[in-house]
């Protein structure tokens, strides 16, 4: 094998029926199955460039050095990626963003997709889509779900190794042509992780545990509404679903509260649009902005 500079976008996904808890935090496989839209425009560019003269891998993002948090991750990436090519040469990575970071619309997702998709380029690997999805998965989780457009199911998959946890497309693009508009209703990185928010509410919030058995009980509802482009079961299940994880982190000691008055009022208007005969739902990740189908 060989390495040189390669390139690779990733757009982001949002979460249809959401991952929120850990079954290995050092591999980040899911308690549960989920299911996503890819979306095609918001995303990462992320440029991978082995040099045999760096003395480690230097990483820059948005112009500006990766923290050290940030960093490890992207190590991990690209340490499993060295150690399935042979190759030995660190990187050097730039990525430039269109999504907004920590405000809880998968940054990154789609910054890991990219990295895993243009490292497995540098590095003259050849991998297929499980495999692919299982390095994006090392760096986030739901990283594993932006490496193919439509809707996908993130298996949790069984194995300690994590070797059975990746994601895959079910449905294509074209199959329910859904736009997806996003309601902004704050600025600023959120006070409280993804990272560590999930790993408080498994900790200490009493309804994680009825949480994660609604997840599973949930994906198959929400791969039967998308198979059968019925809006209102599709509406049912999201919101439902959506609702159900922020009631497991506002019950979490401490409190995780990510909503502002806008997303409370956002939510009051795509209920009143839809009953007033609007095809439409919302979603909300882990974060404050709201995610609109229609």
Known sequence: MSTSRASAFAPVNIALTKYWG???????LPLNDSISVTLADPGTLTIVEPRANLQGDAVVVDDEALDAAGLDKVHKVLDAVRRLSGEQAYAGVRSVNTVPAAQGLASSASAFAALARAAVAAYGLDADGPLLSRLARIGSG?????????????????REDGG?????????????????????????????????AMQLSRENSPYFDSWIERCQADVPRCRAALESRDIEMLAEVVEGNCLAMHAAM???????????PGTVAVIHAVQKMRAAGTECCFTIDAGSHVVILV
């Open 142 to 158: 739901s990283a594993s779900r932006s490496l193919d457009g439509g809707f996908v199911l993130w298996h949790r998959g069984e």
């Open 22 to 28: 850990k079954r290995d935090a050092r591999l980040n």
């Open 250 to 260: 506002l019950a979490t000691t401490p409190p995780l509260v990510y909503w502002q």
């Open 164 to 196: 059975d946890s990746y994601a895959e497309s079910i449905l294509p693009p074209d199959y329910w042509p859904l736009r997806v508009l996003i309601a902004r209703v704050a600025s600023g990185r959120k006070a409280v992780s993804s990272t560590r």
